[in-house]
């Protein structure tokens, strides 16, 4: 009984007992954070040290001073946080995290809340970069109120700066719907991959000289309706310098040669997120191995577990050994109180 009255006792301990060290308040408020014991909190910080906000203006002037733009796909916290804090100009959410993030067959699958919630995860992290959002398909074709009633969704929602969509002179009063509204659009010509039945697959675009031209016509059309920049996919190389020399706004690259403006890759597939063997395309060039490194640090962490090497002692927590011895008594009270029942 003396004992059971002595936790009760200690359960009324005053107040002042169970403050904080005056020292706890003065010290900034990242380091009070990481005294929680969670893996799972956000980062506390965000984008590379010093960099300003990336705006318009900023990829403008990048555009004028002949500086490749940087752009990365990303498709939540993680990813828009690395890409972030690696120095992109532009982060895209691109409808592409149908594939490789949800393991859908084709971007065509993707739904509209679906990509807002990609979209709110990535502009949590991608503090400094202009993030821009993928309209997927189906949510913006039927009429250019329609696609502003999307896009207004995606800034309000998915917090992003800007939103890409695909196709050229037939998505021109579109374009211009949405940029007279004051939304930021990023076009995307060449291989459309929303429309990839329609051209026959995932093919190159502009290899004839009719196909070139055609190329050219779309570019210019979404220039005039008032795209920031256009993403050129799957464009001979000569085809697509020669039409960025041709525009006033920049072009971004992808699996069109170094002459443009800028390029973007997706993210998944550059930095080597699957195993070997997986199709990627030509136009990919593997930076890492995260694949390879993800598996060996996992299969570390099964066979610590299996042999009992994790956890050792430094990730555990303590107790005194006061603390703990009265704990066992306590528990063999309770199994005593427990039998004479």
Not at 14 to 21: A, F, H, K, M
Not at 102 to 109: A, N, V
Not at 146 to 169: M, S
Request: hydrophobic fraction near 40%; charged fraction near 20%.
């Amino acid at each position: 009984m003396s004992r059971s009255i002595s936790i009760v006792n200690r359960s009324r301990a005053p107040l002042s007992q169970y403050t904080r060290p005056a020292s706890f308040a003065a010290r900034p408020l990242l380091s009070q954070c990481q005294d929680r014991f969670s893996s799972h909190s956000p980062m506390g910080s965000s984008g590379p040290a010093h960099r300003k906000k990336v705006t318009l203006n900023s990829i403008r002037t990048l555009y004028k001073k002949g500086e490749p733009i940087t752009v990365l796909t990303a498709h939540d916290f993680p990813s828009g946080h690395v890409a972030d804090v690696a120095g992109m100009e532009i982060v895209l959410v691109g409808d592409s995290l149908a594939m490789v993030a949800m393991g859908m067959e084709d971007t065509s699958e993707v739904l509209l809340e679906e990509m807002l919630l990609h979209c709110r995860s990535v502009s949590r992290a991608a503090k400094t970069s202009f993030v821009v959002g993928d309209l997927p398909m189906g949510s913006y074709e039927i009429s250019p109120e329609q696609a502003l009633e999307t896009a207004i969704k995606f800034v309000k929602e998915g917090r992003v700066q800007g939103v890409k969509l695909e196709g050229g002179i037939e998505m021109a009063p579109t374009i211009k719907k949405l940029t007279t509204a004051g939304i930021p659009v990023l076009g995307h010509i060449g291989l459309t991959p929303q429309r990839q039945n329609a051209l026959g697959g995932f093919r190159v675009q502009g290899k004839t000289s009719a196909g070139a031209l055609k190329v050219l016509k779309d570019a210019l059309a979404i220039q005039e309706a008032g795209c920031f920049a256009m993403v050129v996919e799957a464009v001979p190389a000569e085809v697509a310098a020669l039409i960025t020399r041709n525009l006033s706004v920049p072009t971004i690259g992808i699996g069109a040669g170094n002459g443009c403006s800028g390029q973007v890759l997706v993210q998944i597939d550059m930095t080597g997120n699957f195993p070997p063997g997986r199709f990627i395309p030509k136009f990919v060039k593997k930076y890492g191995d995260v694949w390879g490194e993800s598996l060996k640090a996992i299969e570390s962490y099964r066979d610590e577990t299996k042999s009992r090497a994790y956890p050792a002692p430094e990730h555990t927590y303590p107790i005194s050994k006061e603390e703990f011895a009265e704990f066992e008594c306590l528990l063999v009270e309770r199994t005593l109180d427990e039998k004479s029942v």
